[in-house]
């Protein structure tokens, strides 16, 4: 029996991948990776993507089992779009202290206190949330959501403060309040250690993730001639990907979780990626271990369910985001 890659034994890791592929197949599974997983998760998987990519490819691919190398959230979104399907989450404790910063019935109190307004919500909160709002929304489509909703209705955007600002700030728009969550990951990527990092590295691009709470700051080094404006992207990650692709720049600093390095050292070996904030790690999603795939493909463990009327209800809100948008890697 295969066991978990230790990276200075690539017989273990070959043998691993190859039980995982064979599991796979005989499970006739698809295994999804977010671009924050583990590298021997992301290489081993049929696709690696951020958000909207993989709920696209959810709500698309023809595999009956869907085993969804992430957080809780994004497995219960797959869930929503594909119901006739079995979602497994290799560990089921994968959860999200953004999604945490919201319940449905903060929801149906702040409608009640702003009737007649457009609820967006980012796709990074619980089932039962996405089924108390109007739309939701990625780091890759929030600005072309909100450009589809009318001028002059109001919008509650949840739960995420810093892509809040950051839609505010790229729509233009004054009738946005946003509900003032975080992502302790992000928000750890601050203002401070961005401008250290920059001042260290004044040659560098830099590519923001809009949930960090350095955004605003990336942004005003642009405003005060700091960091020319053609050095400085806020993308997702999905975005961040197809720039390195095409990025003939010598170093990139990368502000978001550190998982990101390797698909962006792989797709351009030329530019060095360095992360702003080597601390920036999600705990939830290195919960999905080598171990707890191989358990979920033998087992079929970790099965996320979504009750039908939530469901029903939450789908809506999901496929109007899935609508919106270039289709993509996900990069605006
Ligand atoms: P994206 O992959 O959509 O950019 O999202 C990042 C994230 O924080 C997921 O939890
Ligand atoms: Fe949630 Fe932040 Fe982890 Fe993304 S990085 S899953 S937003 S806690």
Known sequence: MATAPAAADPTTAREWAEEVRRLARSRDAVILAHNYQRPEIQDVADHTGDSLALSRLAAEV???????CGVHFMAETAKILAPQKTVLLPELAAGC???DTITAEDVRAWRAEHPGAVVV????????????????????????????????????????????????????????HVWMGECHVHAGIDGHTLRERVAAEPDAELYVHPECGCATSALYLVGSGAVPEDRVKVLS????????????????????????LHQLRAANPATAFEPVNPRAECHYMKMI???????TLRDGTGEIRVDDETAARARRSVERMVAIGTPSRGGE
Not at 62 to 68: E, G, K, M, R
Not at 138 to 152: F, G, K, L, Q
Not at 289 to 295: S, Y
């Open 62 to 68: 023809d595999a009956s089992t869907i085993v969804f």
């Open 97 to 99: 202290s953004l999604a």
């Open 121 to 176: 919500a980012y796709v990074n909160t619980s089932a039962a949330v996405k089924a108390e709002t109007d739309v939701c929304c990625t780091s890759s489509n929030a600005a072309d959501v909100i450009r589809s909703i009318p001028e002059d209705r109001e919008i509650l955007f949840l739960p995420d403060q810093f892509l809040g600002a950051h839609v505010k700030r790229v729509t233009g728009r004054d009738n946005i």
């Open 237 to 260: 990650t999905g975005g961040m990907l197809s720039a390195a692709e095409k990025s003939s720049a010598s170093k990139v600093l990368i502000a978001t979780e550190t998982g990101m």
């Open 289 to 295: 271990t080598a171990d707890k795939l191989l358990a």
